[in-house]
């Protein structure tokens, strides 16, 4: 007999089976109790949630015998002649490839004639959003009025792609991603049913992985379990079928990129890159043990998916942690997601942005300072970073941080455009008592210029230097010497004519 899946073999049978969905699964058992059932039900959302086998089990609770509960008894005569495929009363078509007009008309024919056994015939149409415009229009009519004895349910993983005119005439129902424990719990209902001894930690990783799909969470267990081939899963087996980075090589790549100990860190990351870890991967699991960092800082000090000792582990961190520069590093690591997909050399990438991710403290961009300013902020240090303001002549070499803290002051979300603007200067300078900046473009030197916008730096300048400057905006001369030659003798050309 050929071997089952486990995302067949186990596939819900019963709306109480089903998890996740408890939303859906509530509404429609109380449609079939009080017989207020609909005509056309739309069911949506991600892969694996659910959709189809929610289909079935409703095909098969409108015609069960015994269906009190709202579900099917799966053991009177109508479930178990519904309970085969060949049966002609639940009729499952996929719309990827039977998409044209003519299947539709084809379906509408058919459906005039009533069902073999029960009271509904159903119609699953799957992946739906495949049908072509005109197969939609075909099926309007029918899905709007459709015989007293036909139940039409559709179902798609993009819903935005469906006529407003079809979404209109159908019960809307949205299925959810699953919960990482809730997809936990069933894996580990299926190996105890199966007799299979497992580490925590592998069926976690499983869930994990799973990303709130249940047929692609049982679909990695079952590659999991051929890997190990015996009635043991441990969580070696599981890292090596998904090509993950084990615990202990991203504690250390954390630990060293935390402490800022760039040798250490390349060292580490070359090492787990040579064994054959995923580039794209390993900078998602650093980013996401970041995260999982900040969670450990601000929650009980426990992080549930780790255990016991793991979570000692992530403790010992903390001497290194800083949420401000850990939230920093993470955004660095997942800015590169999009980039290492299409780069010829991700790995450079990678150990840049590994580099720039532990070397935040040093980092002068404006990003970096604004970081470091806010660290100190919350430390009540600011004040080293204002102009001093018991002396006579203000002190020039301070205009550069001067003008990192009215960038910071902007950043408040109640002036993108300026905040933009003020974040394009290239150069911040007082120059006999006059606080100039030069912008790269005259756009952004306009738009400073604006009376509203001049007032508004004025003041926060003042706020931090207690100086009322005169504030002049330059543009960069970006010309060549050759082009001020040419320039100079044009307007020196231009001056003698109209001299002549």
């Known amino acids: ?181 809730l997809l936990e719990k069933q894996v580990k209902a299926i190996f105890d049913k199966m007799k299979i001894n497992y580490d925590t930690e592998a069926v976690k990783l499983i869930a994990s992985f799973g990303e709130g799909s249940v047929r692609d969470t049982l679909s990695i267990a079952d590659m999991c379990l051929s890997y190990a081939g015996g009635n043991t899963l441990s969580y070696d087996d599981v890292t090596e079928v998904l090509g993950v980075t084990r615990f202990d090589n991203l504690y250390e790549i954390t630990k060293y990129l935390l402490a800022g100990d760039i040798k250490n860190l390349l060292k580490k990351s070359d090492e787990v890159l040579n064994n054959g870890a995923d580039v794209l991967q390993l900078s998602n699991q650093i980013a996401e043990f970041l995260r999982n960092l900040i969670y450990f800082e601000s929650s009980a000090g426990k992080i549930k998916n780790f255990s016991d000792n793991q979570n000692e582990k992530i403790k010992s961190l903390l001497n290194d942690f800083d949420r401000n520069f850990t939230v920093r590093a993470a955004e660095i690591m997942l800015s590169i997601e999009g980039s290492l997909k299409y780069s010829l050399k991700p790995r450079i990438l990678f150990e840049c942005a590994l580099v720039r991710a532990s070397s935040i403290k040093s980092d002068l961009s404006y990003d970096g300072l604004l970081l470091r300013i806010k660290n100190l902020e919350s430390k009540g240090l600011t004040g080293a970073l204002s102009l001093p303001k018991n002396e006579n002549k203000p002190v020039i070499q301070n205009a550069g941080k001067l003008w990192t803290r009215v960038i910071y002051r902007l950043s408040d979300g109640a002036n993108p455009m300026l905040e933009k603007a003020a974040k394009q200067v290239v150069k911040a300078e007082i120059i006999e008592g006059v606080f100039c900046i030069t912008t790269p473009n005259t756009f952004d030197a306009d738009f400073i210029r604006q009376d509203n916008n001049l007032s508004l730096i004025s003041s926060l300048i003042k706020k931090e230097s207690g100086y009322n400057f005169i504030i002049k905006v330059l543009v960069k001369d970006n010309k060549t010497d050759e082009e001020d030659d040419i320039e100079n003798l044009f307007q020196s050309t231009l001056k003698n004519k109209k001299g002549g």
Not at 15 to 30: P, S
Not at 96 to 123: C, D, F, L, Q, W
Not at 150 to 160: G, P, R, S
């Open 1 to 181: 007999m050929a071997y089952k899946s486990l995302y067949r073999k186990y596939r819900p049978v019963t709306f109480e089976e089903m998890i996740g969905q408890n939303h859906i699964t509530r509404t429609l058992k109380n449609q079939i109790k009080s017989g207020n059932i609909s005509h056309a039900y739309l069911f949506t959302g991600a892969r694996g949630t659910g959709k189809t086998t929610a289909a079935k089990i409703f095909a098969r609770a409108v015609n069960c015998l015994e269906n009190s509960s709202g579900s099917p008894c799966n053991k009177c005569e109508n479930c178990l002649k519904l309970s085969i495929d060949a049966n002609l009363d639940i009729i499952e078509i996929d719309a990827a490839s039977n998409n044209g007009v003519n299947e539709i008309r084809e379906i509408i024919e058919n459906s005039k004639y009533p069902p073999t056994v029960g009271k509904y015939k159903v119609y699953i149409i799957d992946e739906v959003h495949m049908l072509s415009l005109s197969a939609f229009n075909a099926l309007l009519k029918t899905l709007e009025e459709p015989p007293e004895h036909v139940i039409f349910i559709l179902a798609t993983t993009e819903v935005h792609k469906l006529p407003e005119t079809i979404i209109s005439r159908c019960l809307k129902f949205d299925f959810r991603l699953v919960p990482e424990p």
